[in-house]
């Protein structure tokens, strides 16, 4: 007989499903007798209190938040009547607080996400206290951006040692506001670099569905981010094509990593894509101004670096994720268009020509596409997301002053046409069906 | 059993941030127990806020250097060693640039801007090229104080910037400790009364306890 496989690790809630369903299947002669019995030995026991976990540590970390910043505000208050000596202790007493209570958690609760994130988003916040309220003491000059590397450089090591979601949350948004403020792309990378392998081990280690989800959303955010403090340095850098290639590169990854929950990743590109589609599509001075950036000309070590990886990244992804799931080459067509009209439209006017006329059909046609799939599908959110596609770009069309009102009263009167037909079709689909179930 | 790595780890972390905090205290308590005073003048100025949060933000009168030896075809910001020295009424004035610490007198390290000046003639030709301006950044631009004295302190400075420059000129000053190119602000002044006390005289009389 061959050895028994270990099970896949199942999420709690599938468990509970299955779990319910059992005694059924096994009732209806599905599953010989004793099945159900012999299955649930397999996976072992439903994960006890995984929801009521989650929920402390969410009460846990809000509360940390509200008692750090309650605690930092009554400090801010700039106690001169105290005198130098007591307020320098003010200042060291969060930083002091903070640790003592990740050190009793590491000992006492080593096990309790609860106590982990609430100790450690404690500590974070009272790390960037201290050194404002030093500063504020002590009159000593300092720029933001300095402030911002230093309460980083400090915070990190807390993300490692308490295993913190929150934690590694708050670095990933302070190092996202600092390079979107201040640029310097080198530094942006090299401190996105040093919690990648936390990020890396959280997406690969499985950890809960929640914890993985939050992750991937805050690196989301410093992708963007990262691009945003390497394009800043001029205003004719290559916004458009790195952008679609990131958004491009985002719903890949999301349709690899989380195949069966809306990931962060996949939002964030689906989002991304269709914006793209639709700034090109409204063709407003910003969308021509950006579009007017050069690709070639100009472009930096960084860009080109961060273009490069970027793309080669995306077809790598592509060869990987289309032929199982061909839908997904849907969302690079912008990309396409895009660096297609950079190499072969070195024009500026024809190409922001071309990109408007693509934007255009670009943007209805994903419009109507997520209405019909969330028709058929039944997901109502689908069909309102086509909705909200749609009805800007109907409306901005409509009311184009560039385009004669002849031109507009056809291409109303056809679009009219078309979606009545639309509707009659369905309609006789859905008595067919309904016939005929 | 919690690994041990991360309790080691945490303990690092630890003794980096207080060892950070206790640096940055102890090189503003040198510099202000050790260091030079020196008396520099404030400009008034009426820009939209002056009052950004809990901080009075400061500019400075005195901030341009005699001569900048050169070259300069471009306008370009450089951090230099800067050698001060008490002008005529007593306050600081910057003298000297250098890209080393001078081997006396007290010196900060900032930034310093250049921009390069030109005579035109009648046609806007730039006729001739005259010596570079080179004017100083100060670091020291922020003076934080209670948020209750903030606005008595904004107000004694609002009537300063109502009389004619002369009249305002060098009533509002602050006084920094100096040691090796790093300076901390003391106080501010206003009229030669510190300006927390001012405001807080103010603050008793409109609100007798």
Known sequence: ?437 | MIPRWRLALLALAAIAQIAVSATMIWRAEQVLRHGTPMKFRIQLYDPYDPMQGRYVALRFEDTDLPEYPGPCETYETLTRYVRLAPNDAGFAQPRALSETPPDEGPYLRCQVHIEPQYRYDENEEPEKPLPCRAWVNYPFNRFYVQEEKAPVIETALSELRGLDENAARGRAWVTVRILNGMGVLENLYIDGEEATAHAERILQQTNPQ
């Open chain 1, 1 to 437: 007989m061959q050895a028994r496989q270990p099970p896949a690790k199942a999420p709690a809630a599938a468990l509970r499903w299955l779990y319910g369903e059992l005694p059924q299947l096994e009732a209806q002669g599905l599953l010989p007798p004793g099945s159900a019995a012999r299955i649930q030995e397999y996976y072992g026991p439903v994960p006890v209190s995984s929801r009521s976990q989650l929920l402390l540590a969410i009460f846990g970390v809000i509360g940390a938040l509200q008692i750090g910043g309650g605690v930092i505000l009554l400090l801010a208050h700039n106690w001169d009547d105290l005198g130098r000596p007591l307020r320098t202790l003010l200042a060291l007493l969060p930083l002091l607080a903070g640790h003592t209570l990740c050190a009793w958690t590491l000992l006492r609760r080593p096990q309790s996400a609860a106590w982990r994130e609430a100790s450690a988003t404690c500590l974070a916040l009272a790390i960037g206290a201290s050194i404002a309220l030093i500063g504020q003491t002590y009159q000593i000059p300092g720029e933001t951006p300095a402030f911002l590397l230093t309460w980083l450089l400090l915070g990190l090591p807390v993300v490692y040692a308490m295993d913190s979601t929150m934690a590694a949350l708050l670095y990933m948004a302070g190092l996202a506001t600092r390079g979107v403020t201040f640029h310097e792309p080198l530094t942006y990378w090299l401190l996105l670099g040093l919690i990648a392998p936390f990020l890396w081990i959280a997406e690969f280690r499985g950890v809960g569905i929640f914890r993985r989800w939050w992750l991937s959303a805050g690196l989301c955010g410093m992708l963007i981010a990262g691009v945003i403090a390497t394009l800043s340095r001029r205003s004719d850098a290559p916004w458009l094509e790195t952008f679609s290639l990131l958004f491009a590169a985002l719903y890949l990854l999301g349709a690899r990593r989380f195949r069966f929950t809306l990931s962060p990743w996949r939002i964030c590109g689906a989002l991304g894509t269709a914006g793209i589609g639709m700034a090109l599509a409204l063709a407003t001075p910003v969308t021509r101004q950006i579009a007017a950036g050069d690709l070639f000309r100009g472009a930096s070590a960084p860009e080109f670096f961060i273009i490069f990886a970027l793309a080669a990244l995306t077809i790598l992804l592509a060869a990987l994720t289309i032929p199982r799931e061909p839908w997904a080459a849907v969302w690079l067509a912008p990309t396409v268009a895009i660096f297609t009209a950079a190499i072969l439209l070195p024009h500026h006017d024809m190409r922001t020509g071309m990109l408007f006329v693509f934007g255009n059909l670009y943007t209805f046609a994903l419009a109507i596409a997520q209405i019909v799939r969330g028709y058929r599908h039944n997901r109502l959110l689908i069909v309102n997301a086509g909705i909200l596609l749609l009805m800007p770009l109907l409306l901005f069309r409509f009311f184009d002053a560039e385009m004669s009102f002849t031109a507009r009263g056809f291409a109303s009167i056809l679009l009219g046409i078309g979606f009545l037909a639309a509707n009659i079709a369905l309609l006789r689909r859905k008595r067919a069906e309904g016939a005929n179930p």
